[in-house]
């Protein structure tokens, strides 16, 4: 928002500052001013400079999207925290979905100013060997992804989702080797560590074992 803005307001000062010249240039003895060339160029680098941070904002909450939206089987919406967010942010999840007051999750999800840069890295990375934020970034992504299609238990949610971990990052451009080597890492190395109330019901013939080709187990 603020980028944003700062982006429309130089914008503005440029053209003011053009269309001035434009109306003011010929003084009374008929003499030519020379363009402000300066002013208006820094203004549009300032213009610029903004709008390059804003278009790759944009193109990662696209590719998080499209890829949640496949593993959800509908359109759905993720939004990636900036860092003007974060100052007022004071909750330690990585990312969340709100419901309702009907008890209806929104079809929508913000997903933490980090656990969005850990994706941006895991995405333009070789996929082969990604760290464990990494692994966790995309986990978080398949666990909001089961609250925006209706699961609102948090053990359930996270055990629908470390099943979906391989669909998950396969959707987002991992191979088929890459995405299961990264889902098999989050149940062996990250779930174990998951708090109580996170765990429970999950495994092989388990309770929320729902059978699913890509299960990491
Ligand atoms: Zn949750």
Redesign the pocket.
Same mark, same amino acid.
């Given at each position: 928002m603020f980028l944003t803005l700062v982006l429309i307001g130089f914008l503005a000062v440029a053209t003011i500052v053009s269309v001035r010249w434009v109306l003011t240039r010929v003084d009374v003895l008929g003499r030519v001013g020379p363009f402000p060339k300066i002013s208006v160029g820094l203004c549009l680098a300032v213009a610029v400079g903004c709008a390059v941070p804003l278009g790759l904002h944009a193109r990662l909450e696209h590719r998080l999207q499209d890829g949640a939206s496949q593993v959800a089987g509908g359109s759905v919406a993720v939004h990636c925290q900036t860092a003007g967010e974060t100052w007022t942010d004071l909750g330690s999840e990585l990312g969340y979905v709100r419901w309702t007051a009907e008890g209806v999750p929104e079809r929508r999800t913000v997903i933490k100013y980090r656990v969005c840069g850990d994706l941006r890295s895991w995405l333009s990375s070789d996929k082969r060997d990604p760290g464990e934020d990494q692994v966790v970034a995309v986990h978080v992504l398949s !666990? *909001?992804t089961m !609250?925006m299609v209706g699961i609102d238990n *948090?053990a359930q949610?996270e055990c629908a989702a470390l099943q979906r971990d391989a669909e998950m990052a396969e959707a987002l451009g991992a191979t088929p080797t890459e995405a299961q080597a990264l889902a098999h890492r989050y149940w062996v190395e990250v779930y174990p560590r998951m708090p109580d109330g996170y765990t429970g019901g999950c495994g092989p013939d388990s309770r929320w074992d729902e059978h699913l080709a890509l299960a990491p187990w």
């Open positions: !666990h *909001e !609250h *948090e949610a």
